[in-house]
């Protein structure tokens, strides 16, 4: 079974412009969750979506948005980029809590690492 | 909202040493994980172990959800161990929080030949 995959792996943009990830979850995972990782705040979380919604939503502010397709797969949009927005965003799948023999383990993808100058 | 340290922060090892890496958290959990992220930053699991113990080769590792601390236990090290290893853990179920991890800072490990 193919794992996570995430495009681009790496990205170069400005400021101002704004960038678009994309992931694909392990094949009959539901839940895609984001995470920034950056040297001085560690991985935290962005957002997760479940069926098309957004369950859970991080501390980031409003210019980081997210969506997710009727296949589960899912995008983050990051707008008017900040020098700060430099990470490198990390996508995991799971197959969520509800069905028996499910746990919510998530898997990570190999993420895209943005340089915004 | 729920705090998980890890410590040591860094650690040095000659190649065949043991090691014990230790993860606290704050509040009770229903998930936990530990991952290992090699130098490109993919995040690998390690172990998902809420509760009990689990051992996959030269890798055990330990997690008391009554007194909030998981172990990971790495035995026999070897130079491939080198990298960061995160402590993450997740609260609720289906509709609560289900898909969010909570990290630690990690601990950095080398292990010189």
């Known amino acids: 079974k193919a794992g996570v995959t995430q495009t681009p792996r790496y990205l170069i943009k400005t400021r101002g412009q704004q960038v678009t990830l994309s992931c694909s979850p392990i094949?009959?995972?539901?839940?895609v969750s984001w995470y920034q990782q950056t040297p001085g705040q560690g991985l935290q979380f962005l957002f997760e979506?479940?069926?098309?919604?957004?369950?859970n939503k991080g501390n980031f502010p409003g210019r980081f948005s997210g969506r997710q397709f009727s296949n589960s797969r899912s995008e983050m949009n990051v707008s008017t980029l900040e020098l700060g927005d430099s990470a490198l965003y990390l996508c995991?799948?799971?197959?969520?809590?509800?069905?028996?023999?499910?746990?919510?383990?998530?898997?990570f993808g190999p993420g895209t690492r943005l340089t915004v100058l | 909202g729920i705090q998980v340290e890890q410590s040591p922060p860094d650690l040095i090892l000659q190649e065949g040493a043991n090691s014990t890496l230790r993860c606290n958290f704050s509040?009770?959990?229903?998930?936990l994980q530990w991952f290992h992220q090699n130098p490109w930053g993919q995040l690998i699991n390690l172990f998902y172990?809420?509760?009990g113990t689990k051992q996959n080769g030269r890798l055990s590792a330990t997690t008391v959800a009554t007194e909030r601390y998981s172990l990971l236990y790495i035995s026999s090290s070897q130079t491939t161990d080198s990298g960061v290893y995160f402590c993450?853990?997740?609260?609720?179920?289906?509709?609560?929080?289900?898909?969010?991890?909570?990290f630690g800072q990690g601990t950095e490990l080398s292990v010189k030949p």
């Open positions: 995991a799948s799971s197959l969520r809590p509800g069905q028996v023999g499910n746990t919510n383990e998530q898997f």
């Open positions: 094949s009959g995972h539901r839940s």
């Open positions: 979506y479940f069926s098309e919604t957004q369950r």
């Open positions: 509040d009770s959990v229903n998930n």
């Open positions: 172990i809420p509760s």
């Open positions: 993450a853990v997740g609260l609720g179920g289906i509709y609560n929080q289900g898909g969010k991890l909570i």
